[in-house]
C-alpha cells in the first residue's frame, strides 16, 4: 500500500539556520502530496501542498518541491525561527484519504 | 467559519465507562474523518464518511469502538467499554471532496482522552 517516510526527529537548530526535513514516498498511482504541521497542544494544520510533478508548494517561507523520479517532496526553509517550532508531517494523497508519516519534530534555539 | 469543533477538548474517565467524542465538521465539507494520535503509533485514520456514508472503517481497532454520521454537521466517536491503551488523542478532520483538484483536510483541536 501507500506510504510515507519522513527522518527521525528531533531536528534542532539554532535561529537563522537552514532547514530540510526528508520526505520520501511509495505510491501506487499519482498522489497529491501535503505537508502539514502541528503546534503544541493544536491540531494539524495545512503548511504546503503540490498535485502533480515538479509542482513547488510554498508557505511562510516553507518549501517543497513535487519530485517525481526521486518520489520525494522535502521541506525547506531558508531562514527558521523559533515560532517554527513543531511537529512537522509529510502526507499524500490518493484522492480519498491521507496517510501521513510518522511526523519530525523541529526545535529552534534563540 | 469556525472550523472543525470537537468536544470535549480534553476527557478522563475509568476502564470499562463509556466514552462518547463529538465532532461539527465545516459547513459544506462533505466528508468526515476520524484519526488517533500516540506517541508509539503516530497519526492513524480510525474510520472516514463520505456524504455521512462510512467508507472506510478498516483503522477501527476493535468492536469497541463505533462511530456514526446521523447527518451532515454531526459525527461520534464511541468506545464502550474503554482500556487504559485507549488513551491517545482523538482528531476529527473534514472536507469538500472534488472531482478533481487537491483533496485538503481541516483538522480540528482534538479530544485528550485519558482512560484511568
Known amino acids: 500500500g501507500d506510504s510515507v517516510t519522513q527522518m527521525e526527529g528531533p531536528v534542532t537548530l539554532s535561529e537563522e539556520a537552514f532547514l530540510t526535513i526528508n520526505c520520501t514516498y511509495t505510491a501506487t498511482g499519482y498522489p497529491s502530496l501535503f505537508w502539514y504541521v502541528q503546534y503544541p497542544g493544536e491540531g494539524l494544520q495545512l503548511l504546503l501542498k503540490a498535485t502533480k510533478a515538479d509542482d513547488k508548494g510554498s508557505n511562510k517561507g516553507f518549501e517543497a518541491t513535487y519530485r517525481k523520479e526521486t518520489t520525494s517532496f522535502h521541506l525547506e526553509k531558508g531562514s527558521v525561527q523559533v515560532s517554527d517550532s513543531a511537529v512537522y508531517f509529510c502526507?499524500?494523497?490518493?484522492?480519498?484519504?491521507?496517510?501521513f508519516g510518522a511526523g519530525t519534530i523541529l526545535r529552534v534555539k534563540s | 467559519d469556525a472550523g472543525v469543533i470537537q468536544s470535549p477538548r480534553h476527557e478522563v474517565t475509568e476502564m470499562g465507562q463509556e466514552v462518547t467524542l463529538r465532532c461539527k465538521p465545516i459547513?459544506?465539507?462533505?466528508?468526515l474523518f476520524w484519526y488517533r494520535q500516540t506517541m508509539m503509533r503516530g497519526l492513524e485514520l480510525l474510520i472516514y464518511f463520505n456524504n455521512n456514508v462510512p467508507i472506510d472503517d478498516s483503522g477501527m481497532p476493535e468492536d469497541r469502538f463505533s462511530a456514526k454520521m446521523p447527518n451532515a454537521s454531526f459525527s461520534t466517536l464511541k468506545i464502550q467499554p474503554s482500556e487504559p491503551r485507549d488513551s491517545a488523542v482523538y482528531f476529527c478532520a473534514s472536507r469538500r471532496k472534488r472531482r478533481s483538484g487537491s483533496d485538503e483536510q481541516f483538522f480540528g483541536p482534538g479530544t485528550r482522552l485519558t482512560v484511568l
Open positions: 459547513s459544506g465539507h462533505n466528508s
Open positions: 502526507a499524500l494523497s490518493d484522492g480519498n484519504k491521507l496517510v
